[in-house]
């Protein structure tokens, strides 16, 4: 019925030859856009040594994979990819892009939508195909939930951070077609990436903690940034910041939890001094109890939140404290 | 006093001065972000109660351009895009020590999306003439989608490295800067002229300074219209826009709130038996 | 008449004056309150902040910026803290006798290291005989030679320890009408600051006695002509002193409100914030409108300030008036704050302590009365 549609593309990204979740999970939710579109899903991988990875692909549900294989491609080169893939979506028309929100993703989206001439929506909580068969790229703002989209113009581009969308269950039977992508030599090479230098994050890992303790504003200072701090050690949980705690200095950026920032899941989430602002509230998702202490009953926070504490995060802490030292030396004695 | 001469000739020019823009952008003041709210018949932000002052991470990217004059010598734009009363924050990056100042304001550019800024900015950049280097901050703190920095990029058809936390080299055409990941950075090396978005790793913004805003008396701000930048209506502004809000929707909170009362003792007490109850702790 | 608004230089002169208050000013706070001193990071920040610089003009090193422009600055800072605020605004006050009276060589002797900061300034009038009423001070200089042999006390001077350059008032040994003024420096022999006193507000804005025993003063060294140096003095106390003195009661007034504002937001009694009953919403609308009636007062004095002329008159009505109306401010915001606010984490309570040592500073609020009162049957 109609013109058909070209396929739900997905940028899927590799660091030392492993594909990162956020690729399996925006393939995994691309396939219900492309259901919703009667067209299919398509990959684009690219990297060095990427033979066996078109198979986990095709596995999370894509029936396409382009694959660069080649040694330039090992790591992220800026005007090597977006060549690729402009050339390519221009040659296949897709309808949507959706790219994950890495550091790589944030600057290889727009560098793809702006030569394709195209939208892009940045931090989507969701992503549904309305009545007119467009996308809505839904993103929290102000108080309120936007839908996004770009009625006119194709592709249709998003970026979605991790754990937005959960992982699909793997289906090893599936197969799909691998097209294989040669590296473009006649462009200008002005830019290039010398190396990758990891370094080993600081304090446990905010996506897969079970207990996350979060500061905000709120804190005050970096004393009392140490007596939230004090309280994520004695949990054992990770902790995590919002924008303001983390413009302030206190925090690093790589904790800020958010719609910018990281998406966890906790099983509790105790926020301290923060005042539940909507873009800070969308990094939590399904967290069974979530908790708040602040000091002014008006906030916000405690409109989102199962358990309420208001007082002066400064005094009540350190009680909640001795509390909870108190109920786990019980735990060990009996 | 003759300013130092750079260590190197740029493209196939004979020495002229290094020139470096800062693109800027006037955002509601994010300390009291919270109270703004989205106008639902136009459905763009309204921004009237609250100040608009620069946007905290254009001061950091003003601030790589002022050392980098303060080093090798440079002449610094600074362009923005926005409404008549964004022209004080122009006027402080003159104070802080940039030397001119561009206002893109006009009707017409109102209720653009990222690709839209872009665009008018990377105009812009073009009409002010000759460049080597484009200085953004990595995003701004209301929309804050870090698409316009890359979207210069492109459409002036140079290349662009995102979130500078460090630069290493300044070697004549060719820099090395660091670029942040999650975990670590890219070292990359990249021919100018190109676009920087930075990160509050880089540097620490100076202050405003008494003498600073006595020297902006004489610095000049032009303002310039769709006339001036000579662009066709569709592509500037909401109309050149591929991107638009089409429904606001309140969230939905799910949860049932119990806030605990008593002493200080028993709330903590309490909220700790609720938590074990619950099976979290 | 007149525009009220200030222009876009002004604006920003407040911005920068904010952003050293809150990252200069602020983290200095707690050692001032401490140990009482003054601080040395402070001075050297307000130094590289061009702050001594506002009221001298370019030709001597300074800004050239005027007294609305100090004005700015110093609520700003005020509102961060009166001491700091204080001990700023003596700088200014000990500049102005060299700046309006004193003779081309003294300007260029004395304005540049001034206006950088390297020296700083203050002036001395008052003496355990005499503040209230200066031609009580019993301080005497006689001629000797070229020179004057100077002899006497100061006390309750602002800046006495860290003064480089002090203005002093001194009485005609021989004939009790006549005063002069003259630029006492530091490492002169026979002068020297002795005690310190240990204030229970505005702590860290050192204040002491000075000590000059037949101290010689060189002759360019006497401001002015000789004999006529009581006018040098009150002109310098009832428009800079004075000035100031509003600027810093309009910060802490400021300060007061905006403290209260938030905790009357936080605390809540009887299931709401207490920002919602009458009794305190009626204190906070007092505190609103004695700072805005300050602010127009203030303001308008430091314009006329600004146009050269003088101003004291206009400057006792708004000093008399914020100085008093800072006291009510720091006990409506303490009665707000209830219990917290005589705890020493709270701000409040230091609030308390420096409204009170606005009242005597510069001249007391009954002297105030007896200036207008005199400009009003004039």
């Not at chain 1, 989507?124 to 009545?131: E, N, Q, R, S, W």
């Not at chain 1, 916000?300 to 995060?313: L, S």
């Not at chain 3, 110093?74 to 509102?79: A, F, G, P, T, V």
Request: net charge negative.
């Amino acid at each position: 019925m109609g013109k058909s549609r070209g396929p739900v593309w997905v940028i899927a990204e590799q660091i030392d030859c492993r594909i990162l979740e956020v690729s399996f999970q925006l393939i995994g939710h691309g396939r219900k856009l492309a259901a919703a579109l009667d067209t299919t899903v398509e990959a684009i991988l690219l990297g060095h040594k990427m033979e066996e990875h078109p198979r986990q692909l095709f596995a999370a549900g894509g029936d396409r994979v382009y694959l660069g294989n080649d040694p330039e491609l090992a790591v992220y080169q800026p005007e090597i990819y977006t060549e690729i893939i402009e050339k390519l979506a221009k040659e296949r028309q897709p309808e949507i892009i959706l790219v994950g929100s890495t550091a790589m993703g944030r600057e290889l989206a727009p560098l793809i939508a702006a030569r394709l001439d195209t939208g892009l929506t940045a931090h989507c909580i969701d992503l549904v195909i309305d009545g007119n068969k467009v996308l809505e790229s839904r993103i929290p703002a102000y108080g309120g939930l936007l839908s996004i989209i770009c009625p006119d113009r194709r592709p249709q581009m998003a970026t979605i951070a991790t754990g937005v969308f959960p992982n699909p269950e793997p289906d090893e039977s599936r197969t799909g077609e691998i097209i294989p992508i040669e590296v473009p030599k006649k462009i200008p090479r002005r830019i290039q990436t010398l190396e990758v230098v990891r370094e080993e994050p600081e304090g446990m890992d905010l996506e897969s903690a079970t207990i996350v303790v979060a500061g905000g504003a709120g804190a005050g200072d970096p004393a009392g940034w140490r007596k939230i701090a004090g309280l994520a050690e004695v949990l054992n949980a990770a902790l995590g910041a919002t924008r303001p705690a983390v413009d302030e200095g206190w925090a690093a950026l790589e904790t800020m939890i958010g719609q910018s920032g990281k998406m966890v899941s906790p099983e509790l989430y105790i926020g301290v001094g923060l005042s539940g602002e909507l873009q800070h509230m969308v990094g939590i998702s399904g967290a069974k109890i979530m908790v708040a202490i602040n000091n002014d009953a008006k906030s916000p926070v405690f409109e989102q939140v199962d358990y309420g504490i208001v007082d002066d995060y400064r005094e009540f802490v350190p009680v909640f404290i001795e509390k909870i030292k108190e109920y786990q030396g019980k735990l060990k004695t009996c | 006093m003759f300013p130092k001469i750079p260590q190197f000739p740029i493209r196939h020019r004979v020495y002229t001065m290094f020139k470096i823009v800062v693109c800027v952008k006037a955002v509601p003041d994010p300390k009291e972000a919270c109270n703004i709210k989205i106008d639902p018949a136009t459905k763009t932000l309204m921004r009237c109660d609250v100040p608009m002052v620069l946007n905290p991470l254009d001061k950091y990217a003003l601030e790589a351009a002022l050392q980098f004059k303060a080093e090798f010598d440079a002449h610094i734009s600074v362009l923005s895009m926005g409404p008549p009363e964004a022209g004080n924050i122009v006027k402080e990056c003159l104070a802080l020590g940039a030397d001119r100042g561009f206002l893109l304001s006009d009707r017409a550019f109102a209720g653009a999306d990222a690709f839209a800024t872009a665009y008018t900015l990377a105009k812009g950049i073009e009409k002010n003439g000759p460049y080597d280097v484009v200085f953004c901050g990595m995003a701004s703190s209301d929309g804050s989608t870090e698409w316009v920095g890359p979207e210069i990029a492109t459409f002036l058809k140079i290349p662009v490295v995102t979130r500078i936390k460090e630069i290493v080299e300044y070697n004549g055409q060719w820099w090395t800067v660091k670029a942040e990941l999650e975990n670590g950075y890219r070292l990359v090396r990249v021919q100018i002229p190109a676009v920087f978005t930075v990160t509050r790793e880089l540097n620490t913004p100076r202050r405003l300074s008494f003498s600073g805003i006595i020297k902006a008396r004489k610095k000049e701000i032009t303002r310039w219209g769709i006339q001036e930048l000579g662009v066709p209506e569709e592509s500037v502004g909401l109309k050149g826009s591929p991107s638009m809000v089409s429904t606001i929707a309140s969230m939905d909170s799910r949860r049932k709130v119990e806030i605990l009362e008593g002493k200080r003792e028993e709330k903590a007490e309490q909220l700790v038996q609720r938590l074990v109850n619950a099976g979290v702790i | 008449m007149i525009d009220f608004t200030f222009t876009e230089e002004q604006e920003m002169f407040r911005k920068a004056a904010q952003e050293f208050a809150e990252t200069q000013v602020a983290p200095n706070v707690p050692e001032m309150e401490k140990t009482g001193k003054a601080s040395q990071d402070l001075v050297k920040a307000m130094a590289e902040a061009e702050m001594m610089a506002l009221t001298i003009p370019e030709e001597y090193g300074g800004l050239g910026l005027g007294y609305t422009a100090r004005f700015i600055a110093l609520e700003e800072i005020s509102k961060v803290s009166v001491a700091a605020g204080m001990m700023l605004q003596v700088f200014a006050l000990g500049i102005e006798p060299i700046l309006k009276f004193g003779s081309d060589a003294q300007k260029k002797n004395f304005l540049p290291g001034l206006a950088t900061g390297e020296r700083l300034a203050s002036t001395a009038v008052t003496e355990t005989t005499g503040g209230s009423d200066p031609t009580g001070i019993r301080s005497t200089y006689k001629k000797d030679g070229e020179d004057y042999i100077l002899n006497g006390r100061k006390c309750f001077i602002t800046n006495s320890h860290i003064a480089d350059t002090i203005t002093v008032l001194a009485k005609d040994d021989e004939n009790p009408k006549a005063f002069s003024t003259f630029i006492l420096e530091k490492g002169m022999e026979g002068f020297k600051a002795t005690h310190e006193e240990n204030k229970v507000g505005m702590r860290g804005c050192n204040t002491g006695e000075l000590a000059y025993e037949n101290c010689r003063v060189p002759k360019e060294n006497l401001i002015g002509v000789e004999g006529k140096g009581l006018g040098v003095a009150l002109a310098a106390i009832g428009d800079v002193g004075r000035g100031g003195m509003v600027a810093c009661a309009l910060g802490l007034q400021a300060a007061c409100l905006e403290v209260s504002v938030k905790f009357a937001n936080e605390r809540i009694l009887y299931g709401k914030p207490i920002s919602r009953l009458q009794t305190i919403q009626n204190k906070l609308a007092d505190m609103k409108i004695d700072l805005e009636a300050g602010r127009l007062l203030g303001y308008k004095a430091a314009s006329m300030q600004d146009k050269g002329e003088r101003s004291s008159n206009e400057f006792a009505v708004a000093k008399y008036f914020t100085t008093e109306a800072a006291q009510r401010a720091a006990k409506m915001a303490s009665d707000i704050h209830g219990g917290y606010g005589c705890m020493e984490e709270y701000a409040v309570s230091r609030y308390m302590r420096d409204s009170f040592v606005l009242g005597p500073s510069a001249g007391t609020s009954d002297i105030m009365k007896v200036i207008i009162a005199r400009w009003t049957l004039s």
